[in-house]
């Protein structure tokens, strides 16, 4: 203790370190004990997905070298058939002893909120490593399912290993790039936030005029910072580009999600880790059953989020002007009314194509003002043409399945095998004062002014409230 009654830090860091290994073990006894769980787990919850791949085995001892492990719960895997062909992958640290990496996968529900798929614990965020967790990603959850879109950072080992497997590159499906990450490393490039917010600009802007327009105002600002964006693959950052693979779906803020909610849980002993994943799964599908049954009494046809984008859509809609062009097509020009120096815009509407050269409806599977307005002057309905992953059914069939809690250790299976810690990974050297969060990149630096992207995409805006 200090003068003052204080106790040093250091001290209070040791405390703490022994009160974490008193409730949930050490990191070494939580390796040794995981396969027994993981057993337990599959044991409760028929059809959930537990891979190993060991780095090798001690001939003195007749126990596995913990390399890599993989999970993921069966009605997440059930509930994925019926939301959009989107995936976001992302690695964070653990902070423990020693070091670690947790690998997760998500998808995004119709009602904008974040569904865990898979997790993984791997030493490092390697090819490898990536390549591994994909594979398992492709053969448990994909499962040959077609026209799949990956949303991804640009480290290189994940690209590489996206490269090699067959669900996430032509004809077969995509890769995109976050573009939260492409304006991130663009900063750490050029160093100057007005063009960062261009990027960020560039990359949302589904009208391809508009992203022409922003481009050429960075290339008259900064002829580098233009060739730095211009050589990146445009269809892999952009929404103009993208040909509505992302579904309005631009970054994987989705991801930054679930690691807020297992911040704490990556403090923990492994074992500890995956229990907090199995928690939170059980919590959300609970809370979430439970608001599809609500939205059912409403009699509504869609989930929240897709009402609100389309009564929004179709609000506006009732200022545009329509000239009729193609009977076959059902074909037409909207003209935007004019308001603030801004609108009397023209696009065009393809009804049979269900396409705007707006780029929204390509986007978001729900159509737009402009066509919402064609539709009624051809007497066709809007609500018809929203996409099926929003409808309220298919929400309530994505959490229909549940999770059952895992009975005590004495009911517990011996597993077929035994598993202990890898003995050289390497260890957290610094026993003093932990920081809070990872060594921060230019994305975790605080900007003195807002920076309003959630308005600009409104496929992210509702991510955060929409957790639990």
Known sequence: MTKQGMMYHTKAW???????????????????KLPKYLGAIQKYNSGTIVEWKHKGFQQSTGKYVMGYVFWAFKPCIDGFQFCRNIISVDGTHLYTKYKYKLLIAAAMDGNQQVLPLTFAVVDEETYPSWKWFLQQLSRHVIRGRRGMCLISDRHGGLIKAVREGPDFVSPHGVHRYCLRHVCSNFNSSIKNMVLKDLCWQAGSEYQLRKFNRIMEEIKKQDVKAFAYLDQINKEKWTASHDGGWRCGI?????????????????????????????????????????????????????????????????QKAVEHTVTKYSHTQQSASVVTRRQNRHGMNTHVVKIANREC????????????????????????????????????????N??????????????????????????????????GRNQTTRIHNEMDWRQTRARKETQQQQGDSSIQENVS
């Open 357 to 396: 050269s707006c780029g929204k409806w390509n986007q978001f599977g729900i159509p737009c003002s402009h066509a919402q307005k064609v539709c009624g002057a051809y007497n066709i309905s809007a609500a018809s043409m929203v996409k099926d992953y929003y409808d309220l059914m298919a929400y309530n």
């Open 398 to 431: 994505t959490y229909s399945k549940h999770l059952e809690p895992v009975q005590s250790e004495d009911y517990w299976d011996d597993p077929n095998f035994q598993l202990v810690h890898d003995p050289t990974i390497r260890t957290v050297t610094c026993p």
């Open 250 to 314: 631009l970054t994987t803020n989705m991801l930054e999600c679930i690691n807020g909610v297992l911040k704490g849980a990556r403090r923990l002993p492994v074992s500890a880790l995956v229990e907090i994943t199995l928690e939170r799964t059980l919590h959300y599908f609970h809370m979430r059953a439970i608001k599809g049954k609500k939205m059912l009494q409403n009699n509504q046809l869609w989930t929240d989020f897709a009402c609100k984008m389309f009564i929004s859509w179709q």
């Open 14 to 32: 040791y405390n703490l370190k022994m009160a974490r290994e008193i409730v949930y073990g050490t990191w070494e006894s939580s390796v040794q």
